[in-house]
C-alpha cells in the first residue's frame, strides 16, 4: 500500500486533534472529488514498518484523540490487507485512543459478504477495530459545506461499535450535532 499524506494535529477529520493517515488508491472516482490524484495506488510513498511507528508514536500524547483513515480508499482490498495488521497494532498498544474510518462504500456494501469489490477476509475483523465509519461516495449534487466530518448529504456518521452489536446500521452523535 501506498500513502500520499500524513496530517498530525488534524482538526478537521475526527472528533478532537487527530493523525490521519491519507492511503493511496480509489475506484471510485465520485465528480468533483476533492484530491483525484489518490486515486492511482501508486501515487506517494509506501507505507512501510516506520511509517507504522511514527504514526503511533505521534497517537502517544494525553491531548491526541485518535487515528483517521482517509484517501483515497482506505476499504479497498488490497488497502484492508495492509491496514488490518496496522489497526491491530493500533488497539493493541493504545487502546483508548478512538479510530475513525472514511470510506466512498456505504456500510451495506462493505458488511455484505457477496460484494467482491470490498467485502474481503479482512473486512469484518477491520471494522470491529473502527470506532466511527463515515460511508457513502461523495455526491456533488449534495455538497454542503456545513456538514462536519462529511462532504455531501448521502454521507453518514456510523457508530460502528453500536451498529455491529445490534446488527443495523447506528448513526453516531456526531450527526445529531450538526443540527
Ligand atoms: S471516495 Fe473519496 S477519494 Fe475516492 S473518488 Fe470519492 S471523494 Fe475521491
Known amino acids: ?3 500520499c499524506n500524513i496530517k498530525y494535529c488534524d482538526i478537521a477529520n475526527g472528533n478532537g486533534i487527530r493523525t490521519t493517515l491519507f492511503v493511496s488508491g480509489c475506484t471510485h472516482h465520485c465528480k468533483g472529488c476533492f ?3 489518490t486515486w ?3 501515487y506517494g ?3 512501510t514498518d516506520r511509517t507504522a511507528e511514527e504514526i503511533i508514536e505521534s497517537l502517544r500524547p ?5 487515528l483517521t483513515l482517509l484517501g483515497g480508499e482506505p476499504w479497498e482490498p488490497s488497502n484492508q490487507a495492509a491496514l488490518y495488521p496496522f489497526l491491530k497494532k493500533v488497539r ?3 487502546p483508548g485512543k ?3 474510518a472514511f470510506s466512498g462504500y456505504t456500510w451495506e456494501e462493505l458488511m455484505d459478504p457477496d460484494n467482491s469489490r470490498c467485502h474481503t477476509e479482512f473486512t469484518e475483523s477491520m471494522m470491529k477495530l473502527v470506532d466511527i465509519l463515515v460511508d457513502g461516495e461523495f455526491h456533488l ?6 456538514l462536519r466530518f462529511r462532504g455531501s448529504e448521502n454521507q453518514r456518521i456510523i457508530n460502528v461499535h453500536e451498529s455491529l452489536s445490534k446488527n443495523e446500521i447506528v448513526l453516531s452523535d456526531f450527526m445529531e450535532k450538526e443540527k
Open 98 to 100: 478512538s479510530i475513525w
Open 1 to 3: 500500500m501506498n500513502y
Open 62 to 66: 494525553d491531548y491526541v484523540d485518535g
Open 92 to 94: 493493541e498498544e493504545l
Open 35 to 37: 484530491q483525484p490524484e
Open 40 to 42: 492511482d495506488f501508486n
Open 141 to 146: 449534487e449534495e455538497k454542503n459545506l456545513m
Open 45 to 47: 510513498e509506501p507505507f
